[in-house]
């Protein structure tokens, strides 16, 4: 069983649209992650976020939203979609304070957003 | 913020021939990790390593915390490691709410392994 999946795994629509990309984790983790890759390969983070805090890395816009309708998913959700919001967009998981495994975190296959 | 550095930023080797990636970070850190990502895009996690030594097959580290370094090792390397190998760390403060933990990345090492 796939640990962290994400769907659409690729996407392609217009400027101006707002599209959802979802996420689950079967992993039984409190803690799920957005990160962004863009065309230079560079991984960044977007939000971390458990059912207690939300963390917004500063630079993100807000037509950028996460949604969590319960602990095993955290969708991301993208409003009046840029040309330069075109990147690969990874979900990942973590259970921090796990005996042995700290934080270590889990990604999904990624979804390749393309706007034209 | 940390600041992570990898090198080399490319790397081409034989199939056979060893390797060894660096990755050099500004500041203490509670994880560490070495992902590769493969040519279709997967991020594969190597090691959770935020100290000391881990091997697994082929592929060892070794993290240095006192030091702010840690070392990939790839032995007898094969055309299916090629790749981007990353390595990301967080500082996350232990008392701080778990939301707090969010890696960051280095910019990779672009490995391709010729026949």
């Known amino acids: 069983d796939t640990a962290v999946s994400q769907t659409p795994k690729y996407l392609v629509t217009q400027m101006g649209n707002d599209k959802s990309i979802k996420c689950e984790q079967n992993?039984?983790?409190?803690?799920m992650y957005w990160y962004k890759q863009d065309s230079k390969k560079f991984l960044k983070i977007m939000f971390s976020y458990n059912n207690k805090e939300l963390i917004i890395n500063e630079t993100v816009p807000n037509r950028f939203s996460p949604k969590s309708p319960d602990k095993a998913h955290l969708n991301l959700h993208i409003n009046s979609l840029e040309l330069g919001d075109s990147a690969v967009y990874f979900c990942a998981s973590s259970q921090p304070g796990r005996a042995g495994g700290g934080n270590e975190q889990f990604f999904g296959p990624g979804t390749r957003l393309t706007v034209l | 913020g940390i600041q992570v550095e990898q090198s080399p930023p490319d790397l081409i080797l034989q199939e056979g021939a060893n390797s060894t990636l660096r990755c050099n970070f500004s500041d203490s850190v509670n994880n560490l990790q070495w992902f590769h990502q493969n040519p279709w895009g997967q991020l594969i996690n190597l090691f959770y390593i935020p100290s000391g030594t881990k091997q697994n097959g082929r592929l060892s580290a070794t993290t240095v915390a006192t030091e702010r370094y840690s070392l990939l090792y790839i032995s007898s390397s094969q055309t299916t490691d090629s790749g981007v190998y990353f390595c990301?760390?967080?500082?996350?403060?232990?008392?701080?709410?778990?939301?707090?933990?969010?890696?960051?990345f280095g910019k990779g090492t672009k490995l391709s392994v010729i026949p």
């Open positions: 992993l039984g983790h409190d803690t």
């Open positions: 990301a760390v967080d500082l996350a403060r232990r008392n701080s709410g778990a939301g707090s933990y969010q890696l960051t």
